[in-house]
């Protein structure tokens, strides 16, 4: 069996930027590139983000990040698995383990926008209780964004 490890990284890590790499490439392949919301790493406000990235068996085979939007609420950003390794619980163990650590910060709900032409994310988060919100911050005026949220339990 493979073992499967998920650390906890800075907004500069290799291993992060090259995941996002590729999940870019598959946005593109999907969306035009006006319609792709991207993360500015040259912001410093990307200081503010928690990232993590899957390993298996010592490979980086996903990522994903959580942007704080205020004092109780973040947002799901930058959420990829490498398409050979969906499938395979991955994304689910990303999921808990960011929405984990978001309560632990004392966040009370996580957003995030997807799109149509991405069914198996929509799939995934409803699956782990995600429900269509308004859109919200920059996609407020995207028709084409499709927003979810999700309330948390509090750890205790």
Avoid at 27 to 38: G, Q, S
Avoid at 73 to 85: G, N, P, T
Avoid at 110 to 139: C, D, H, M, S, V
Wanted: charged residues 30%; aromatic residues 10%.
């Amino acid at each position: 069996m493979s073992k499967l490890t998920i650390l906890k990284v800075e907004s500069n890590h290799e291993d992060l930027h090259k995941l996002i790499q590729r999940l870019d490439e598959d946005l593109l392949e999907r969306y035009p590139a006006d319609e792709i919301y991207l993360v500015d790493f040259s912001n410093p406000k990307v200081k503010e983000m928690f990232f993590a990235v899957v390993y298996v068996d010592e490979k980086p085979v996903a990522c994903g990040g959580l942007r704080p939007i205020g004092a109780e609420e973040m947002e799901l950003k930058r959420f990829y698995v490498d398409s050979s390794y969906r499938r395979q619980g991955i994304a689910v163990n990303l999921l808990s383990f960011l929405e984990e650590e978001a309560s632990k910060r004392g966040v009370v709900r996580i957003k995030l926008e997807t799109g149509a032409a991405q069914p198996e994310a929509i799939a995934l988060y409803t699956r782990r209780g995600y429900e269509p919100i308004e859109r919200f911050g920059e996609y407020e005026h995207d028709e084409n964004s499709l927003c979810y949220g999700k309330k948390l339990s509090l750890l205790i």
